[in-house]
């Protein structure tokens, strides 16, 4: 259970539509656990009164987020299926270039992006 104001609510929502708006222009778009993290904020912030906080249940940090290892690999595995090495996949990140989250100083990349990059570089050359 996550508990928040209703102010931090609407802020959150506000940045991932933000964060949708930079990702189209590059073919990229959010999580659909993001999607559903926002429409969740969305519909408890519009019906709650002036005074209220926000619970939701759901995902309660980012460690529930980044154990899915269907989405999100460790920067090394993301270097050994793409060529290259941590850092570069750490600089593609932090250039957006890669969806990635940040936990605790570790990147973790989402793996249908690294594979998109991939198949991206294969058609290249």
């Known amino acids: 259970m996550i508990a928040?104001?209703?102010?931090?609510?609407?802020?959150?929502?506000?940045a991932i539509d933000v964060l949708e708006t930079l990702a189209r222009p590059k073919g990229s778009s959010l999580s659909h656990t993001?999607?559903?993290?926002r429409s969740q904020l969305a519909s408890l912030s519009t019906d709650a009164g002036p005074d209220a906080h926000v619970r939701t249940?759901?995902?309660?940090d980012l460690?529930?987020?980044?154990?899915?290892h269907d989405e999100f690999i460790p920067t090394d595995q993301a270097a050994e299926l793409l060529g290259c090495t941590a850092a570069n996949v750490r600089y593609l990140a932090r250039a957006g270039r890669i969806g990635a989250i940040r936990n605790g100083g570790r990147w973790f990349v989402s793996s249908s992006d690294a594979h998109e990059l991939l198949d991206a570089r294969r058609c290249a050359g």
């Open 4 to 14: 928040i104001s209703l102010d931090d609510a609407r802020e959150i929502v506000a």
């Open 34 to 37: 993001v999607h559903g993290i």
């Open 57 to 60: 249940s759901g995902p309660n």
């Open 63 to 68: 460690a529930a987020l980044t154990a899915r």
